[in-house]
């Protein structure tokens, strides 16, 4: 049977369980869709936005963010005001978020695929041209929190694709500006900063206002208005993803200290009372540890109340059978954050087909590909990493299929396409490929 340990809140589970599928299914249940009157509302936003331009959306901004702006230009931010905001930083500071920068253009610098091509026999030249997207809007979270990681995994593998203009886009709620935030645009390559957020920063992205330029794609999480937004302007821009909350699963042969592992769980649980947090292991006594380092270690966080709220709802201890069982859960559950706490993962590794990334051994905490790995932390979650990928250096880039025929290429491929085409009953298509065949 499931039970809820009274302190932290978080279930215990077992996959021996009679229930068990059906309980593991109602805590990985997780509904993107925004409801009637949340969609409502952002439609209402959209199509002030896109018919009235700036002074909608500063409207929206001031209500919404409690501003009293006049105009957009109060609600600009350009290259020289992101530059001081990096050289006024602390000197720790500065040299963390230039580290973690350096380290994770590296990376994507690795992802960065090549234009090809090849010359068949008669002539004939295929390929792929590979270029990047002109504009991209970066939409990163304000209010609760400061996220200056998410302006570098997103903005970075932008600049590295080699798009032309990157504009961010980032909520102030009260006016309150986060220097650490601009810094990291700074260092990312922002062109320029609108201090705008929510649905209406969406709008403004996807349509263009007579201030801010339209973009073509919208990357970074956000709010559900900002999801909501994000959905219904797809087709009008591209988009990364509709994100859900933030998760992670660990698992663990027993042999990991219980307080790493507990704090590894909370990690993920701070992040707001939806995010989720579970366990695998199949040591009872290892499990029981955790529990009680969860326990007594929970009270020492400043982000507690959240964390209890997040654990009680979506968090979970599974004891399993073995190793090939905690595969078919891996596999099952499709994790964002995936940490093998185990010995030997690279074992592991060929078993694992869905997770957004995976954390090998004791040591690499997930909260070290939060900030500075490498990797982006901006992943697939809610199951989707059965299909979706980290967003990378090829979001931002798109590839034209090239095709040259030479004379003789173009008469042998006509009488394939003329005999398809006919079948198709489009007799257009098949003359128009008959025309260059040779005699």
């Known amino acids: ?11 215990r589970l077992a996959t021996t369980d009679a229930d068990f599928a059906a309980r593991l299914d109602h805590l ?13 509302r952002v439609s209402e936003i959209l199509e002030a936005v ?46 963390a978020l ?13 992802q960065k695929p090549e234009s090809w091509q090849y010359t068949e026999k008669d002539g004939t030249v295929l390929g792929q041209q590979v270029m990047p997207l002109d504009r991209a809007g970066i939409y990163v979270p304000g209010g609760k929190a400061a996220y200056p990681s998410s302006v570098l995994m997103n903005a970075i593998p932008a600049h590295v694709a080699g798009v ?25 390559g922002v062109d320029r900063v609108f201090t705008v957020g929510g649905a209406q920063a969406i709008a403004a992205l996807a349509y263009g206002t007579e201030t801010v330029p339209r973009v073509d794609k919208i990357v970074g ?36 200290d219980p307080d790493w592992l507990a704090m590894d769980l909370f990690s993920q649980a701070e992040h707001d009372e939806d995010a989720q947090a579970i366990l695998v292991g199949w040591n009872d006594e290892h499990l029981d540890a955790v529990e009680a380092a969860i326990d007594r270690l929970l009270p020492t966080l400043e982000r507690h109340e959240i964390v209890r709220e997040s654990l009680s709802r979506r968090g979970a ?27 030997g993962p690279e074992e592991w590794l060929p078993e694992v087909r869905h997770a957004g990334a995976i954390f090998m051994g004791r040591y690499t905490a997930e909260a070290l590909g939060d900030y500075c790995a490498g990797p982006n932390h901006v992943l697939p979650t809610s199951g989707t990493a059965r299909f979706s990928s980290p967003l990378g250096v090829y979001d931002f880039q798109k590839r034209s299929s090239i095709i040259n025929c030479s004379d003789d290429g173009a008469s042998t491929l006509g009488r394939v396409a003329s005999v398809l085409a006919r079948g198709e009953s489009l007799t257009a298509h098949a003359r128009s490929a008959e025309y260059r065949i040779k005699a």
């Open 1 to 11: 049977m499931t039970e809820t340990n009274a302190s932290s809140g978080i279930s």
């Open 28 to 40: 990985l249940a997780w509904e993107g869709v925004s409801d009637g009157e949340v969609q409502a």
């Open 50 to 95: 896109k018919g009235r331009g700036d002074a909608a959306l500063v409207e929206a901004s001031n209500r919404f963010d409690r501003l009293s702006a006049a105009s957009m230009v109060e609600l600009t931010l350009t290259a020289p005001r992101l530059r001081r905001a990096y050289e006024e930083l602390p000197v720790e500071q500065r040299e």
């Open 98 to 110: 230039a580290q973690a920068a350096e380290r994770i253009r590296l990376y994507h610098q690795r």
């Open 164 to 188: 032309r203009e990157i504009i961010m886009v980032v909520p102030t709620p009260d006016g309150v500006l986060n220097e650490l935030v601009l810094a990291a645009a700074h260092l990312a």
């Open 221 to 256: 999480p956000g709010n559900i208005y900002v999801a909501t937004a994000k959905r219904a302007v797809f087709g009008q821009v591209g988009i990364d993803m509709i994100a859900g909350p933030s998760e992670i699963l660990v698992v663990s042969d027993g042999e990991t």
């Open 317 to 343: 201890l599974i004891r399993c059978r073995d190793r090939a069982e905690a595969i078919t859960l891996i596999n099952r559950i499709a994790p964002e954050h995936l940490e093998l706490s185990v010995a």
